[in-house]
């Protein structure tokens, strides 16, 4: 089984200040990690994703992700923190053997404050 | 390009009532569907997947159920509402992308239980 964690429900930044959201996972085979955005009432958006190959990460929107296997870890951030940044993000993970599905972390709430 | 819709947007039910929720894709053929709840602060908690018409899996045992009648459409239905099946429903296909799969969300159904 997989598993994500997602400490905390809300992190809040200044504008222009760094934005860490932190994830954590558990899999028993190699992982394939990912970064939704959602805003409200909306659906949920890819922001970038790991698979194979380099550990680090660009996705859209200036956020980037690193994956750690040695702390089963998968950190997003983006250098300046923007306004439009906030947004509620959800980290997933799935696997070859997940046939196609994902399983969510239960999210964070990002604020940016003016 | 492909394109997801759910309808409808928004939906009021009594304690009891039927309840049916529809999710079309467009632009694709054969896509892999799927239809999660999200409650407030318990992240998104997939539902069913289907990899083809009449093809349903169950995540969790409740009080929904779900269809495929066609490619793409996806059906997601109840005979008797519970409160507790208030929450916002999304609806999500899947593309193969090097070694995994990624998901692509349509905007989603706020349901309220009265």
């Known amino acids: 089984a997989q598993s994500v964690t997602q400490l905390g429900s809300h992190v809040s930044v200044s504008e222009g200040a760094l934005v860490l959201l932190r994830c954590n996972y558990s899999?028993?085979?190699?992982?394939?990690l990912f970064w939704y955005v959602q805003y409200p009432n909306q659906g949920l958006q890819l922001l970038l994703k790991y698979t194979t190959g380099a550990t680090l990460v660009k996705g859209i929107n200036g956020f980037e992700a690193e994956f750690k296997k040695s702390e089963t870890s998968f950190h997003l951030t983006k250098p300046s923190a923007h306004m439009s940044d906030a947004a509620e993000y959800f980290c997933a993970v799935s696997s070859v053997l997940a046939n196609s599905k994902l399983t969510f972390g239960k999210g964070i709430t990002l604020s940016v404050r003016p | 390009s492909q394109t997801i819709h759910q309808w409808p947007a928004t939906l009021v039910q009594p304690v009891g009532s039927p309840l049916s929720l529809e999710c079309t894709v467009e632009g694709t053929s054969n896509p892999n569907l799927y239809w999660y709840r999200q409650a407030a602060g318990r992240g998104l908690q997939l539902l069913f997947y289907?990899?083809?018409?009449?093809?349903i899996s169950s995540e969790v045992p409740q009080n929904l159920s779900a269809s495929r009648p066609q490619d793409r459409q996806f059906i997601l239905s109840s005979k008797k509402l519970l409160l507790s099946d208030s929450g916002f429903y999304l609806c999500?296909?899947?593309?193969?992308?090097?070694?995994?799969?990624?998901?692509?969300f349509g905007p989603g159904t706020r349901l309220t239980v009265t």
């Open positions: 899999s028993s085979v190699p992982p394939y």
């Open positions: 289907s990899v083809g018409i009449g093809q």
């Open positions: 999500a296909w899947s593309v193969r992308k090097g070694p995994t799969y990624e998901q692509y």
